[in-house]
C-alpha cells in the first residue's frame, strides 16, 4: 500500500483532533465535578443517574410531609394539654362547689369562671395550623364552633406505603362525650345553687381521661414520627452517596489523567510536525 504524504497529514489531524477532543472531557469533568455533562457521554450513567434523583426527589417529599405531620402532631399536644389543664381546672372549682358552706353568690361567681374555661375550651377545638382546623377532621377550612365538628381522617404518606394520621378527632372529644353539654348543666346547677354538684366530679373526670387518652395516642405517633425521620435520613445519606458515585469524579484520578493526556497530546504535535514536512511550494514563495 502506498503512503502518501497527504494521507500522513491527514491521519496525524485527525489523531490530533481526538487527542483534543479528550482533553476537552477531561477539561469538562474537572470543571464540573461530574463524570458526563450529557446523556449522551455515557447512557448508563445517565440513566442509573435519573433513577437515584427521583429516589432522592421522593425522600425529600416525604421530609416535607414528615415536617407538616409534625407540626400538626405537636400542634395537637400542645391544645390537648390546654384543654387539660382548664378541666383539671374546672375539676377543682367543682370540688370548692361542693362545700355545702358556701352561698349562693358564690357558687355563681365559680359558674362565671367555668363559663369563662367553657370558652376557653372552644377556642382548644377551634386550634388552627396554617388556616386549617386540626380538630375538624376533613373540613379543615370550618370552625368548628361555627358548624360543628366534623368526621375524617386526614393521612401523609412518610414513606413508600406508610402513611401516618396527622389529625384528631375532636367530634369524639368535644361533641360525642356532651363535653359542653356537661358544663352547661353544671354551670346551671350553680347559678340554681343545686345541692348535686359533687356529681359532676366523676363527669369532669371522665373528660380529662378522653384527653389523657388522646394525649397518650398524640406521643405514639410523635414517638414514630421520631423513627421515621431517623429512616429517611439514612435512606438520605445513602441514596445520594450512591448518586454520587456513579456521577461525580475521582479528581485525583482525573488530573492524573488530564496530565498523562497532555503529555501524550504535546508528543502527537511534535511527531505531526516532523510528518508534514515542506513541500516544493514551501521553497517557492
Request: proline share 1%; net charge negative; hydrophobic share 35%.
Amino acid at each position: 500500500m502506498r503512503v502518501t504524504q497527504s494521507m500522513l497529514s491527514n491521519n496525524s489531524l485527525k489523531n490530533l483532533s481526538n487527542s483534543y477532543s479528550r482533553l476537552g472531557k477531561l477539561q469538562d469533568q474537572l470543571s464540573t465535578g461530574k463524570k458526563i455533562t450529557r446523556p449522551s457521554d455515557d447512557p448508563v450513567v445517565a440513566m442509573k443517574g435519573m433513577g437515584y434523583r427521583t429516589d432522592l426527589n421522593r425522600i425529600e417529599q416525604y421530609q416535607r410531609n414528615i415536617g407538616e405531620v409534625k407540626n400538626w402532631i405537636d400542634s395537637t399536644d400542645d391544645a390537648l394539654d390546654k384543654g387539660i389543664q382548664a378541666l383539671q381546672k374546672i375539676r377543682e372549682l367543682v370540688v370548692q362547689a361542693s362545700n355545702g358552706t358556701l352561698e349562693g353568690n358564690q357558687r355563681k361567681y365559680i359558674a362565671d369562671e367555668i363559663v369563662q374555661l367553657k370558652e376557653h375550651l372552644i377556642n382548644v377545638g377551634d386550634t388552627q395550623i396554617g388556616g386549617k382546623y386540626i380538630f375538624n377532621g376533613t373540613a379543615t377550612t370550618q370552625a368548628p364552633s361555627s358548624g360543628g365538628f366534623q368526621d375524617g381522617v386526614i393521612e401523609l404518606e412518610v414513606f413508600q406505603g406508610i402513611k401516618l394520621q396527622v389529625n384528631t378527632s375532636g367530634k369524639q372529644l368535644f361533641e360525642d362525650s356532651n363535653l359542653m353539654t356537661d358544663l352547661d348543666n353544671l354551670i346551671n346547677d350553680l347559678n340554681a345553687n343545686s345541692n348535686n354538684i359533687n356529681n359532676y366530679l366523676s363527669i369532669v373526670d371522665k373528660h380529662i381521661d378522653n384527653f389523657l387518652t388522646s394525649r397518650s395516642n398524640i406521643g405514639a405517633r410523635q414517638n414514630r414520627v421520631e423513627l421515621m425521620e431517623d429512616r429517611l435520613s439514612s435512606q438520605e445519606v445513602f441514596s445520594s452517596r450512591i448518586l454520587s458515585d456513579n456521577e461525580d469524579i475521582d479528581i485525583e484520578k482525573v488530573i492524573i489523567e488530564m496530565t498523562t493526556q497532555e503529555s501524550v497530546h504535546r508528543a502527537a504535535l511534535g511527531i505531526g510536525a516532523r510528518i508534514m514536512q515542506p513541500t516544493l511550494l514551501d521553497f517557492l514563495r
